[in-house]
């Protein structure tokens, strides 16, 4: 297991903004077994523990993780047909790969995943969707382990979902999950698919350095609205700056630190704050020390 186990790892690598200092201890196991021996004995060391998925929606702060970042490794990243429109999926699988699969397989429900770019265990924790859609719409059931070792299960009726949430333990390092979705022709559910991509490119930057939706949206409004109405479109500090096709989307010109992708995310919602009296919260995380 020592040979899974990383001292001062880089975590720029890991990010889609590119951006981060170095992990006291970075752990890529490659199987259950692997992770539970890691977690009996790191656990006991009282060390700090971040699960990391794809990085699509993480920001590392410049001055690194005095703790663990466990990442899973590629005996997470499968996918399996069950019987009755069922789907187990690994969590290190990634979203698009479940959604073309399931289209292979003639499964709908499964569309909206194509434009997530994240993976399968992320995908829970934050309950992830649009355009109406989300991950608590096609959940089963999972199976997980906790920080001190133990493994877990739960089934669709335990798993209370709400926006970008749910109410699983915090603990919990999310294995593997079913999903279940419905029959329909696999030509049908290619054109709800590329609708839904056609849709995200029409509004949303891709292929540069962002961790897409900063903020999540408050009730009946929708954050990229308040940004733009506050005067913040057009704002940058050092390398940080806005996306001019989405508001909501925060961007590394090729020369930021995470200092200033974090400065310019709280001179948005200070502005939006005092103009609008709305607090946005962070749908990205950010992670590490000041």
């Known amino acids: 297991m020592d040979n899974l186990v990383y001292k001062n790892e880089k975590l720029s690598k890991y990010s889609w903004f590119g951006l981060g200092g170095f992990a006291k201890i970075f752990f890529k196991p490659k199987s259950a077994l692997d992770l539970k021996k890691f977690l009996e004995k790191y656990n006991k060391k009282n060390k700090k523990i971040h699960i990391l998925g794809a990085g699509s929606n993480t920001l590392f702060r410049d001055s690194g993780f005095n703790g663990v ?18 789907i187990e999926v690994g969590a290190a699988t990634l ?7 399931a289209k292979q397989k003639s499964i709908t429900g499964f569309e909206f995943l194509s434009c ?3 993976s399968i265990g992320g995908a829970i924790t934050m309950n992830s969707g649009c355009y109406d859609y989300d991950i608590s ?9 906790n920080f001190s070792g133990n493994l877990k299960s739960f089934n669709k009726d335990d798993v209370k979902f709400f926006y970008r949430g749910n109410n699983l333990p915090k603990d919990l390092i999310i294995l593997s999950a079913v999903f279940e979705g419905g029959a329909l022709n696999k030509r049908e559910i290619e054109s709800r698919q590329m609708k839904l991509i056609n849709q995200k490119k029409e509004s949303q930057p891709n292929k540069i350095k962002t961790c897409g939706s900063t903020f999540k949206n408050p009730q009946d409004k929708k954050a990229w609205k308040l940004i733009r109405s506050s005067n913040c479109s057009n704002l940058n ?4 700056r806005m996306s001019s096709q989405h508001s909501n989307f925060f961007l590394n010109n090729g020369s930021a630190t995470s200092s200033d992708i974090e400065n310019l995310i709280e001179e948005v919602r200070k502005k939006v704050f005092l103009k609008t009296g709305i607090n946005l919260e962070l749908e990205i995380k950010i992670i590490g020390e000041k």
């Open 237 to 240: 500090i050092g390398g940080a």
């Open 137 to 145: 719409q096609i959940f089963f059931s999972l199976k997980g382990i």
């Open 95 to 101: 979203d698009k790969k479940l959604s073309d699969f």
């Open 69 to 86: 970042i466990i990442k899973l490794g590629a005996g997470f990243n499968y996918i399996k047909l069950l019987n009755n429109n069922k």
């Open 116 to 118: 997530i770019p994240g």
